[in-house]
């Protein structure tokens, strides 16, 4: 570019902006990806490790230790714990955790079971957590 009226000029080339787009989309999506399965290995972790101070129960011919409001939820039949996944929500960068079996109870409750809210309490305490990942993840760096 030629100097305008005997003064300087400067060009900034932003050509490249949208490949750092690109790649700082898909660096937070690899982080987010990463954090999520974090979340669902510790969770699984919390369930299988207890502590589990709720009440004892038989159920189909054997008894089981519920799990207290406040902990994360007792292993009866494995459901929850191998229901745990994770998705992508349309174009928009979401991931969707998943919890089947008895989930749903487990974190609204019912009239005979206070919630345990365990997919919100670990999200909540490793909030942090996804925001130093996602910072790490979009720092600038040319690829």
Known sequence: MAPVGGGMSWTVKYNKLPAYAEGIGRRARAASVEFVQ????????????????????????????????????A???????RSLSFSSVGRGGSIQIKAG??????????????????????????????????????RFRED
Do not use: C
């Not at 979340?39 to 129960?57: A, D, F, W």
């Not at 089981?64 to 994360?72: D, F, I, L, Q």
């Not at 079996?101 to 490793?126: D, K, N, V, W, Y």
């Open 38 to 73: 974090h979340v669902i290995e510790k969770l699984q972790n919390r369930m299988r490790s207890g502590p589990h101070s709720g009440r004892i129960y038989k159920w189909r011919g054997r008894y089981h230790r519920a799990s207290a409001p406040g902990e994360a939820p």
């Open 75 to 81: 292993i009866r039949s494995g459901e929850t714990i």
């Open 101 to 138: 079996g008895a989930a749903r109870f487990l974190q609204r409750g019912t009239s005979r079971m206070a919630p345990r809210r365990f997919i919100e309490e670990e999200l909540r305490e490793q909030r942090n957590d996804f925001f130093k990942r996602i910072a790490a993840a979009v």
